[in-house]
């Protein structure tokens, strides 16, 4: 099937917000538009049916300036063009600017013949942040925008800059929704929820984590969000000592607590990469008496792990080991970087930061080349001479 042409005329100024939400029906005919030109295992399809592609794009990192934002645009567009259908942002990325260049973005990917049913749309929230740029009094900000009008109170803010209370987080998905000019988003992070950590009790964040479950879960009931996750960074990889360790399986109970078992606490997103495969290599994670990885106790779990920071930030792009070369057999530095990461098992999608169109060329080359096989990938954790 050829892909959608584009009319030429860039699409009009949003002026609504794009219904609907990606489908198994929407995302499996995204996936089937790319048949004779993505490899086998580029597409991965969920248990609840979604199919996603084994890289996304992120939207994290550059200056809040225009210049960002367009080039953002183009990314995001040229990387669903390209068979990319997992676009993350966040609402504190760049200041809220992140998420409004993907709304952007979207509404010219559904004009050019990509429906929103085809893409999985991922945002969170959790930080404080400020809008479009640095306030000159940053309390007077917080104090006026969330603390006046009642989204939040000063006790319900940790480490000074993250919050999970209920009416913050319905303050701040009515802003993504506005920024993303959608009517319902895929998938809705908690950011970094073990920053909570540094300051409250096990049992305090305990609390905290089932109301803002609860929360999420009328999100769900009312169509706003389809389903929700945490984004985290050391949370799931750490030691069970280290102070901001979390249980998945502790996680997926509290969920249980909020909704029983068809609860829609789905997805967990972390860093995993060649200097980072904890994930994969640590048995940190106790699930029915048995100690495991996080894979495997996502798997038993039912939920879908996804990679961020696979080219940690680009440190990964340059000077790898020959043994990599050697066991995923690639060229480019970048591409073996990806390429572990989409290929380890387990691994739904490798989110690569993109803020630029030829970012996005280089990456999807991959579109056309199968994840190494079990035996391939396993050589990686052999001899490393």
């Known amino acids: 099937m050829p892909l959608p042409a584009s009319s030429g005329d860039p699409a009009p100024p949003a002026t609504t917000r794009l219904a609907g939400r990606a489908t198994p029906e929407g995302t499996q005919r995204y996936a089937a ?12 399809a969920r248990p609840d049916g979604l199919t996603l592609s084994s890289i996304g794009i992120g939207t994290y990192l550059g200056e809040p300036d225009d210049a960002t934002d367009k080039a953002y645009r183009d990314a995001v567009i040229a990387a669903i063009e390209s068979g990319a259908n997992v676009v993350d942002t966040a609402i504190n990325y760049r200041f809220q600017r992140s998420e409004r260049a993907v709304g952007v973005a979207l509404q010219e990917a559904v004009h050019r013949g990509f429906p929103r049913d085809e893409i999985v749309l991922c945002t969170k929230a959790g930080f404080l942040t400020p809008d479009g740029a640095m306030p000159a009094d940053v309390g007077e900000y917080f ?3 969330f603390i006046e009008p009642g989204a939040l109170r000063p006790e ?11 009416t913050y987080l319905a303050d701040q998905l009515e802003r993504s929704l506005k920024n993303l000019s959608v009517a319902c988003v895929d998938v809705f ?11 409250v009790s096990r049992e305090e964040f305990r609390r905290r984590m089932g109301e803002a479950f609860a929360f999420l879960e009328s999100a769900v009931a009312s169509g706003k969000i389809a389903a929700f996750g945490l984004a985290t960074w050391n949370a799931f990889r750490d030691d069970p000592s280290a102070p901001g360790y979390l ?4 996680m997926e109970g509290l969920a249980r ?13 972390l860093p995993f990469n060649l200097a980072m495969p904890e994930a994969l290599t640590r048995a940190n994670q106790i699930v029915e008496g048995k100690t495991l990885a996080m894979v495997q106790a996502a798997r038993a779990l039912g939920i879908t792990l996804v990679a961020s ?53 280089a990456n999807l080359a991959l579109l056309g080349v199968e994840p190494a096989p079990r035996d391939q990938f396993l050589k990686l954790f052999g001899s490393r001479s």
């Open 143 to 145: 104090a006026r925008e």
């Open 309 to 361: 920071a696979p080219l940690l930030q680009g440190q990964l792009t340059k000077n790898l080991p020959p043994y990599i070369r050697a066991a995923l057999g690639l060229e480019q530095d970048s591409a073996l970087a990806l390429q572990f990461v989409r290929s380890a098992p387990g691994i739904a999608t490798a989110l690569a930061g993109m803020s630029r169109v030829e970012h996005v060329r």
């Open 189 to 199: 992070y908690l950011h970094n929820p073990e920053t909570q950590l540094t300051e």
């Open 156 to 166: 319900e803010i940790a480490a000074g800059c993250h919050s999970m209370a209920p």
């Open 247 to 250: 249980s998945l399986a502790e």
């Open 33 to 44: 538009l790319f048949h004779g030109r993505a490899a086998t295992g580029h597409f991965r």
């Open 257 to 269: 607590e909020a909704a029983g078992g068809a609860h829609h606490f789905r997805f967990v997103q």
